[in-house]
């Protein structure tokens, strides 16, 4: 099998203990942080995809995996070697790609010594022991939970209480085959480290009673977007927004915006359309506690093949310093440039500098070992401010100094974004003192 990267347990960094309950993803980022990423992107909004013995891991089971479980690991980067498992699975081939193989390495006895096996009740006589079985389900997309910890509270006729356990097998069934049927019993599942909540027991006429349980492993996810008009760069007002096949949808803003919160994480196929403007349609994934971002090009010609619909996932701690937020203003507004880690990994830029030249606006002027950022739009001001992480790195004053070069701040790979105020006005609140009079540039690193 060809593969970016192929690596057996016995080549594995041992550095974490067997069982742990990270073992598995501490596994992975040693593989990925030792041996190298290859040039690849993470184009799946900075994490790489999981697949688990052929299945795309959509519910965090690799939290579950230990590294004395772990077979085999295959790694890729992008879409040119990619296997056929990755596309079986529903994966994006263009992310990179993490297979784990666990239990097709074992042989026969490893796997029947690890097989969980579901009890059978037995026929003890009168009253006739109360057997309880179910499925355990993620909460939101229903997706089985294997290996979960059941729990039984059992509470007798006299108030005393006590409690079993029991482990759910690889399709996520459980049973418990010999509860008293006297007294009361609610059950409860853990996974991962998160529980759901209590299932109270209610006796039927049968002895076997069938209790589902959930646990609340994923969490909605969030589709935002904009639309343009393919070559003139305006916004497309009044598209409607579709997930085919469901009831979510949406309408675009004067801007050409539009917003799907609390959506349930899965596969979903994305219908633009616009009267004038044009269409587009493709596919999208809906992460689990993360917001989607979609930039989409109409093209009116409904046999033309140039519409495109751009998604990735967007970064949460720049979501929450306000990154996306003064994007959106600054598209409304038309203020300010903003680049993405995408946008800036497709530049290929050497430089910080190299970067910002692509701001019309903005030129660098080197004068012995110093060099500065000038804006034409910021009148005689000497530079344009330089922020790092939120604080200010360089003012607007002072004499040029080798250290107050940008690219000696940071490099184009270690950046998570970048904002550019060119002029004064274009300023976000969070970046204009009473002193700057002179716009801003303004890095994230990816730290």
């Known amino acids: 099998m ?36 290859g040039g690849g992107s993470l184009a799946c909004g900075g994490s790489p995809q999981v697949i688990i013995d052929g299945r795309l891991d959509r519910s965090g089971l690799i939290t579950t995996l230990s590294a004395s479980g ?20 529903r994966a994006d081939p263009f992310c990179t790609t993490i297979i784990i193989w666990t239990r097709q390495w074992l042989n026969e006895y490893e796997l029947e010594r ?32 294997p290996r979960s910890t059941v729990t039984a509270w059992i509470t007798d006729p006299g108030g005393a209480r006590r409690e079993k356990t029991t482990t759910a097998d690889d399709t996520g069934r459980y049973r418990f085959c010999d509860l008293d049927p006297r007294g009361s019993v609610d059950v409860w599942a853990s996974f991962a480290g998160l529980s759901g909540g209590l299932g109270p027991v209610v006796p039927a006429d049968t002895t076997i009673v069938v209790r589902d349980l959930t646990i609340p492993v994923s969490r909605p996810g969030h589709l935002v977007g904009r639309t343009i008009g ?14 085919e096949g469901t009831d ?61 619909i751009l998604s990735s996932r967007r970064d949460p701690r720049l979501e929450t310093i306000g990154f996306y937020a003064r994007r959106a203003e600054g598209a409304r507004l038309g203020h300010g440039y903003f680049f993405t880690r995408e946008e800036i990994e497709a530049l290929d830029a050497e430089r910080v500098t190299d970067l910002l030249e692509r701001v019309p606006p903005l030129r660098e002027i080197c004068v012995g070992r110093g060099c500065r950022i000038v804006s034409s739009q910021a009148g005689s001001c000497p530079r344009v ?24 701040l940071v490099t184009p790979a270690e950046l998570a974004a970048l904002e550019v105020y060119p002029r004064p006005v274009s300023l976000s609140d969070d970046f204009a003192p009473p002193s700057n009079r002179c716009g801003a540039i303004v890095l994230w690193s990816g730290g």
């Open 2 to 37: 060809s593969s970016d990267a192929w690596w057996t347990q016995a080549q594995a960094p041992p550095r974490w203990g067997v069982g742990t309950w990270a073992a598995a993803p501490n596994l992975i980022r040693e593989i990925i942080l030792a041996r190298g990423r």
């Open 70 to 89: 772990i077979g085999a690991v295959e790694v890729y980067h992008g879409a040119h070697r990619v296997p056929e498992v990755v596309r079986d699975a």
């Open 114 to 145: 690890l097989r969980i096996v579901l009890c059978e009740p037995e026929v003890t006589g009168r009253p006739a022991p109360l057997v309880v079985e179910g499925t355990v389900t993620d909460d939101l997309t229903e997706v089985i939970l």
């Open 230 to 243: 393919q070559g003139r760069g305006r916004p497309a007002v009044g598209a409607e927004i579709r997930l």
């Open 248 to 308: 979510y949808a949406a309408t675009t803003d004067e801007h050409g915006f539009f917003e799907i919160p609390e959506m349930r994480p899965g596969d979903y196929r994305l219908l633009i359309f616009h009267p004038e403007t044009g269409s587009a349609a493709d596919s999208i994934f809906i992460v689990s506690g993360a917001t989607t971002d979609v930039r989409a090009e109409l093209s009116p010609d409904p046999e033309a093949s140039t519409s495109r």
């Open 385 to 408: 401010p330089i922020y790092l992480d939120g604080a200010l790195q360089v003012d607007s004053r002072g004499v040029d100094r080798e250290e107050q070069d940008v690219d000696r």
